[in-house]
C-alpha cells in the first residue's frame, strides 16, 4: 500500500479549491439559468479532462507531469465540474413533476461530457502528432 504523500494532497487541494471557485461564479452569475450554466461547466471540463490526459499521456512516462495531472485533471477539473450539481437539477425537475425532463437533463449530461471528453482525446491526439 501506498504512503500518504502529502505534497500531493496538497496539490489537488489547491486544484480543487480554484476550480471549485471558478465553477460558483460561472454558476452564480447564471442567474436563473444556474441549470443551463451547470450544464455547460460539465461538458467544458468533460472536454478539457479528455484534453490534458491525452496530451500528458502522449508525453512520455508519467513521472515529471504527474503534479501537472493532480493539479489541473484531480483537482482543477474535478472541482471545476459537478455531479451533484446534476443531482440537484435532476431533482429540482423530479419535483416540479417533469420525469421526462429530470431523465433527459440528467442522460442529457452524462452523454454530453461523454462526448466532449471524446472529443477532447481526439483533439490532444490531433496536437500531438503535429
Known amino acids: 500500500m501506498r504512503q500518504l504523500d502529502v505534497r500531493s494532497v496538497g496539490t489537488v487541494a489547491a486544484g480543487g479549491a480554484a476550480g471549485a471557485v471558478a465553477r460558483h461564479l460561472l454558476v452564480g452569475a447564471g442567474g436563473s439559468s444556474g441549470w443551463a450554466v451547470t450544464l455547460a461547466v460539465n ?11 491525452e496530451r500528458l499521456a502522449r508525453g512520455g512516462p508519467d513521472t515529471g507531469r504527474r503534479r501537472l495531472r493532480l493539479l489541473l485533471g484531480t483537482g482543477a477539473l474535478g472541482g471545476f465540474t459537478t455531479y451533484s450539481g446534476i443531482a440537484v ?16 437533463y440528467g442522460l442529457g449530461t452524462v452523454l454530453a461530457g461523454l462526448a466532449a471528453c471524446g472529443a477532447g482525446v481526439v483533439v490532444g491526439a490531433r496536437r500531438a502528432a503535429r
Do not use: K, M, Y
Not at 461538458?43 to 490526459?53: D, E, N
Not at 437539477?89 to 433527459?104: I, K, N, P, Q, T
Open 43 to 53: 461538458v467544458a471540463g468533460a472536454f478539457l479532462l479528455g484534453l490534458l490526459l
Open 89 to 104: 437539477e435532476v431533482l429540482a425537475r423530479l419535483d416540479a413533476g417533469s420525469w421526462a425532463g429530470a431523465a433527459g
